[in-house]
Each structure stands twice: as structure tokens, then as C-alpha cells.
């Protein structure tokens, strides 16, 4: 079992930045891959970003590659989004979401199905 909760939304104006974090409680945590979703009121839940099990890899949607960047601490375990550069278009509930992963070095996770456990999501909203 991994309990997630994030951390670390708001109000931003565009251009500006937002730090999320996620908490994981559960002693496996370093067996999972960790994702970012998001999901704009409307839409459905699209991916943002993915860590492998050992932080060596990772994999962005293309709509935040090089505004975002995903990071993770295993001893502490948390994983981070640094969003900068932010746009309107980024508003959104985002979720922080693990993935059981067999090998650590594994970070192709791009559907909402390759993971096990969700958190509640935090909301982030970027005016114009």
C-alpha cells in the first residue's frame, strides 16, 4: 500500500512558477515508478510527467517539456514538479500517481492504468 498526498498548489500568473510535492507513505516506495497527472475542468486526465524507480529516467508530455521538471528523493519519500513558466493552458488538478515497477531503471508509464495508487490532487491555476 503507498498513501500519496500533494502538496504546494495556487494562484500564479502566467510566466511565473509553482513548486508540487508528494508524500508517499509506505516502506516500498522505491519500487514504484511515480507519475504527474493532470486533468482541466472538462478534459480528461491527461499525463504531465514520469520518474523512474531509481530517478535516473524520466519521460514529459510534450506540452511541458522543458517548462518541467520531475525529480524524486527515496529516502525521503517525496516527488517533486517544478513548473515554470507556466501558462493559462496549465491549469488543471494535478495528481501524483506511483507505479509498481519491476526493474528500476523502467519509466514508459504514460496511461492513467499503469498506475496503482492516486492521490487526492492539488489544484493549480495560472492567469492570464
Known amino acids: 500500500q503507498v498513501q500519496l498526498v500533494e502538496s504546494g498548489g495556487g494562484l500564479v500568473q502566467a510566466g ?10 509506505g516502506r516500498t516506495f522505491s519500487t514504484y515508478a511515480m507519475g504527474w497527472f493532470r486533468q482541466a475542468p472538462g478534459k480528461e486526465r491527461e ?3 514520469v520518474i523512474s524507480r531509481s530517478g535516473g529516467n524520466t519521460n514529459y508530455a510534450d506540452s511541458v517539456k522543458g ?3 520531475i525529480s524524486r528523493d527515496n529516502a525521503k519519500t ?3 514538479l517544478q513548473m515554470n513558466s507556466l501558462k493559462p493552458e496549465d491549469t488543471a488538478v494535478y ?3 506511483a ?13 492513467s492504468s ?3 495508487y492516486w492521490g487526492q ?3 493549480v491555476t495560472v492567469s492570464s
Do not use: K, M
Open 121 to 123: 490532487g492539488t489544484q
Open 95 to 97: 495528481y501524483c500517481a
Open 114 to 116: 499503469d498506475y496503482d
Open 67 to 69: 517548462r518541467f521538471t
Open 16 to 25: 511565473g512558477s509553482l513548486r508540487l510535492s508528494c508524500a508517499a507513505a
Open 47 to 49: 499525463f504531465v510527467a
Open 78 to 80: 517525496t516527488v517533486d
Open 99 to 111: 507505479a509498481y515497477a519491476a526493474f528500476r531503471d523502467s519509466y514508459y508509464f504514460p496511461r
